[in-house]
């Protein structure tokens, strides 16, 4: 019979983490019967959850801007790679200021707590820590310029925004620890990462070199650029169900795991496995993704992690950090408050690159022009074309394309706006005072595809501007129709608040607040020729299978 062994599946080696000490106050260290305790006041629990939101909003790890200046300093990069990646970095300089959040889509904020036995929370009036965590997320959103994305069911079909980005997914666990000690891992997810995490259930027979490798390929083509590559990769293969995989693979895409052994004992401890790492990493540069338009850079790392199984399955879950690389670790201990020390100077890894160094040429378009003549300079270009867009945008998105759905459904004409005008696939963030715009990227472009046929059609969405790839149906109707979708590139929403939109009206459904119909005035928008009207699809070309390819054991 064989003793009793307690495995902890997640063993995480030491905490090299640099951080800043907060001066938030609420600790109070206690001995009693020999042990160490410390109490935890709530205010400091909402003190330091509101600090991280806060500065994962503005602020990006200096790792991460470091592979972004290392995407330029390449010489095998594309030049889009490098303009995409210089975009960002100037995105992250403007982001730093405190003003405009990196991104449109401030996400859900997500907290993952760990406490040791000798944390003592709670108060005099009872507060939960959840209560209290929620508090300072509350606060954070309330204050800074950030979006509102949580939707509150009032029936099985109705919903509305909750007014408030809560509620918040709050996970708090006890763990051992001889020292009273509450960990944390702050987060903000975006609907764009968020929607690339995935499931699979597949058995035994995956873990097979060659079969693991044309796996792979598949899936992890089918990414896409929706999410804001580069990404940070995590491939978490087994589990003791299906939810621990998901939830190992998005702990992994924050490198929240990075310090697992690199091997098991066979007691049932996750391990990193760094070799396949870096074969996965090879994979998705001969993808010709790229940074979003062409290249080598669709990922700027990989975290493999292998976890133990039941026997009869093999969940495997893939998730990415996007360019939007939002979270911070945080401590309470009895030497004080802690929370992840992020680059407030991003502009150090900004080398001196003037555009025309990072791309091949750019063509200028005037939207003030009609639509005709708009759409007749786009078909002279080829697929991958950089543009700059000056002049007005219709903005609208998901409810407003439904209801626009719903008056065509109904007899009703194509509202003229859109028969008018390019239309941009966007929602903002809060204006601050004295700026045109809040931050103002653009949102995933495959949730509009099921309307694009009836509106062009109708004559309207012949030019589309968002982010990310398109489905068949969208190729097919700019054919029939002489349409065009422009990428833009996800993950730069302060650089172009800042830089490119002077002017931000409602045009229709003021009501929906962020999802209304905007028009917007741009100045040198980038963008590139995604989809045109010939047919031709920039990303079908990197949809193609590997045929001859395993991994090495």
């Not at 592979?67 to 995105?91: H, M, Y």
């Not at 791309?359 to 991958?384: F, G």
Request: hydrophobic fraction near 40%; include cysteine.
């Amino acid at each position: 019979m064989p003793e009793f062994h307690h495995t902890d599946v997640l063993p995480l080696g030491p905490d090299v983490t640099e951080y800043r000490q907060l001066d938030l106050g609420g600790i109070t260290p206690l001995r009693v019967d020999g042990r160490d305790f410390l109490r935890i006041e709530p205010a400091t629990l909402t003190g330091l959850v509101k600090a991280a939101v806060t500065d994962i909003q503005h602020l990006l790890r200096p790792s991460h801007l470091a592979q972004l200046r290392a995407i330029i300093d390449d010489p095998e990069a594309s030049a889009n790679d490098r303009f995409v990646a210089t975009d960002l970095l100037r995105n992250a300089c403007v982001s730093a200021g405190g003003v405009l959040p990196m991104c449109q889509d401030t996400g859900t904020a997500i907290v993952v707590g760990k406490r040791t036995e000798g944390v003592l929370t709670g108060g005099t009036g009872g507060d939960t820590d959840e209560a209290a965590i929620s508090r300072g997320i509350f606060e954070a959103y309330q204050e800074l310029n950030l979006r509102y994305s949580q939707m509150a069911p009032t029936s099985f079909w109705e919903e509305r925004n909750t007014g408030s980005n809560l509620p918040a997914q709050i996970e708090l666990t006890h763990v051992a620890g001889d020292r009273p000690k509450y960990e944390f891992l702050v987060l903000a997810k975006g609907g764009g990462s968020a929607n690339k995490t995935f499931l699979y259930q597949e058995t035994k027979a995956l873990l097979n070199p060659t079969r693991l490798a044309h796996f792979l390929d598949e899936k992890l083509r089918s990414l896409g650029t929706a999410a804001c590559p580069p990404y940070h990769l995590a491939v978490v293969v087994g589990g003791m169900s299906a939810e621990y995989t998901l939830k190992v693979a998005k702990l992994a895409s924050a490198r929240y795991l990075d310090t697992l052994p690199e091997r098991g004992s066979g007691q049932g401890e996750a391990f990193r496995d760094r070799d396949l790492e870096a074969q996965i990493l090879e994979l998705t540069r001969q993808f010709g993704i790229g940074a979003q338009f062409g290249g080598k850079y669709f990922c700027h790392d990989v975290r493999v992690i292998r976890l133990p199984r039941h026997g009869a399955s093999l969940p495997v879950g893939i998730a990415v950090s996007c360019s939007a690389d939002r979270q911070a670790k945080a401590k309470i201990t009895a030497a004080g408050v802690f929370l992840e020390q992020l680059e407030h100077d991003p502009a150090q890894f900004l080398p001196e690159v003037h555009d025309e160094q990072l791309s091949d040429d750019v063509v200028r378009i005037d939207l003030n022009r009609p639509m005709d003549e708009i759409r007749r300079t786009l078909a002279a270009l080829p697929v991958k074309t950089r543009l700059s867009l000056s002049g007005p945008l219709v903005v609208a998105r998901d409810i407003a394309h439904a209801k626009i759905k719903e008056r065509l459904d109904a007899g009703e004409p194509m509202p003229q706006y859109l028969r008018d005008h390019p239309v941009y696939y966007a929602g903002p963030a809060k204006t601050p005072e004295g700026y045109a715009s809040g931050s103002f990227g653009p949102t995933t472009a495959g949730r509009m595809d099921s309307y694009v046929e009836q509106f062009q059609a109708a004559g309207g969405s012949l030019v589309m501007l968002a982010k990310g790839n398109r489905s068949k149906q969208v190729t097919d109707a700019c054919q029939a129709h002489g349409g065009f979708y422009l990428g833009s590139i996800g993950g730069p929403a302060a650089r172009l608040a800042k830089d490119c939109i002077r002017k931000v009206e409602v045009l229709e459904y003021p009501e929906l607040g962020m999802e209304a119909v905007w028009k917007i005035e741009v100045e040198d928008f980038p963008a590139f020729i995604v989809v045109d009207d010939k047919g031709s699809d920039f990303f079908s070309e990197t949809s193609a299978p590997t045929l001859q390819i395993s991994f090495r054991r």
